[in-house]
């Protein structure tokens, strides 16, 4: 499969240009540190990052530790999934042979279904025996789902015998979830003995973006360092706002005081790079996915006059959660677009372990450079990489694939880390 690449418009000029050809000198040095930082804080065992790309700077948006979309990935990288895979299951669970997988509660996704099966093949490829669990209630006897590709998704009742859980006679060595738990931590996961990855505690039920960005602002400095960068280059701004109500409107000033700064704070950045685009802040719910609960606004105004649709909209999340607490973050352009309807891009890099495994580009022909693509109507395009993302070549121009892409695994393992760190914590 050979996937078009998208056109970056701003790519031969400006900071991105110098921030390519910094990433490309320093390589060595990036690697390096790189390693130094994974011998320090291992790897989460999964991970997808969102990415922007706006021409002077690259910045992730978004860091999932459930990843649900290996069916968009190349087919011609799954030796690299199936190599980082066995890495990360030696460190986690060195014994492993079994490996049951935990699905989230959605399962009626067709999509979602296919990237279930996906994983579990990665698994199978590299040598143990996967199985599917759900823990819909509907589900009390195995469930055989065929899907678009031709292929069929299992999906069995999780079961709990003492300390372990299972499904019959298949008791697994590791439980991997691939649940975000934001509908709170099953009591049936709860005081396992067997090794469940990511924890419990990685779930929306009682992780925020903002102590994410928190450690990324952290990490991207750090890394600015060894290459000598802005790290505003290679992070977006990001702040908590204290609890809000968009149903009630409470809150709603100190969120519009919160906006008004940070439009100011992008906009000194904006002029000290000449930088001629309009400032915007997006404001997201502090936990859970989908693209749920969040906005684009470009004025404190536009958050005190949201009418009763868009605060009904803000106000609810995945699993019918309330949203109470937003982030409120620099708002990245992308400036990608793809094919002849010009349909804005964004890239979204998958990993295993430490390692860089793939990616596609989140497409959407209905919104814009300033939005959220990760809405109803969008599509995915497998990144075809020409060599993989950490074997650049230097002479090539930055809007090449290599170079392009060997940026986006560097700033997806800056957010990596910054995973690795908060899950520590």
Not at 166 to 174: A, R, V
Not at 354 to 363: D, L, N, P, S, T
Not at 370 to 384: D, R, T, V, Y
Request: a negative charge; hydrophobic letters at 40%; glycine letters at 6%.
């Amino acid at each position: 499969m050979i996937s078009r690449v998208p056109h970056l418009t701003t790519a031969l000029k400006g900071p991105l240009l110098q921030l390519e050809n910094d990433l490309l000198t320093n390589k060595t040095q990036v690697e390096t540190w790189l390693r130094e930082q994974w011998l320090q804080t291992p790897a989460p065992f999964y991970a997808s990052v969102d990415l922007r790309n706006a021409g002077f700077k690259v910045a992730p948006v978004d860091t999932n530790l459930f990843p649900a979309g290996f069916n968009n990935l190349n087919p011609a990288f799954m030796p690299l999934c199936i190599q980082a895979v066995q890495a990360a299951v030696e460190r986690a669970c060195p014994r492993a042979r079994r490996v049951l997988i935990i699905a989230e509660q959605h399962t009626r996704n067709l999509f979602y279904l296919e990237s279930l099966e996906t994983l579990r093949d990665i698994f199978e490829k590299a040598g143990m025996e996967a199985r599917i669990a759900s823990l819909r209630d509907d589900i009390d006897a195995p469930l055989a789902i065929e899907l678009p590709s031709g292929k069929t998704c299992l999906l069995e009742p999780l079961e709990r015998q003492g300390n372990r859980v299972g499904l019959g006679d298949f008791s697994p060595c590791l439980v991997l979830l691939n649940n975000d738990l934001s509908a709170g931590r099953p009591e049936i996961l709860e005081g396992l003995e067997q090794q469940v990855i990511p924890p419990l505690s990685a779930g929306w039920s009682t992780r925020k973006k903002s102590d994410h960005f928190i450690h990324y602002h952290q990490v991207a400095q750090e890394f600015a360092k060894q290459i000598d960068i802005d790290p505003w280059l290679v992070s977006p701004l990001s702040l908590q706002c204290g609890e809000v109500d968009f149903k009630d409107r409470s809150g709603s000033e100190c969120l519009a005081k919160n906006v008004e700064a940070m439009l100011t704070s992008i906009q000194q950045k904006y002029d000290e790079y000449g930088i001629e685009h309009e400032p915007f802040v997006v404001v997201k719910s502090d936990s859970g996915t989908y693209g749920m609960g969040i906005m684009t606004v470009k004025s404190p105004e536009e958050v005190l006059s949201l009418n009763r649709k868009q605060r009904n909209k803000m106000a609810s999340a995945k699993e019918g959660l309330v949203v109470e607490n937003v982030l409120v973050q620099e708002g990245v352009y992308t400036f990608e677009t793809i094919g002849e309807e010009q349909a804005v891009a964004e890239p979204v890099i998958y990993m295993m372990d430490h390692f860089v495994v793939g990616g596609f580009y989140r497409v959407h022909t209905g919104r814009g450079v300033n939005e959220n693509l990760n809405a109803p109507g969008m599509h995915f395009e497998p990144l075809a990489f020409a060599q993989p993302c950490n074997t650049p070549e230097k002479d090539e121009t930055p809007d090449s694939e290599p170079n392009r892409f060997y940026a986006y695994g560097v700033i997806a393992r800056l957010a990596l880390l910054a995973a690795a760190r908060e899950l520590a914590d």
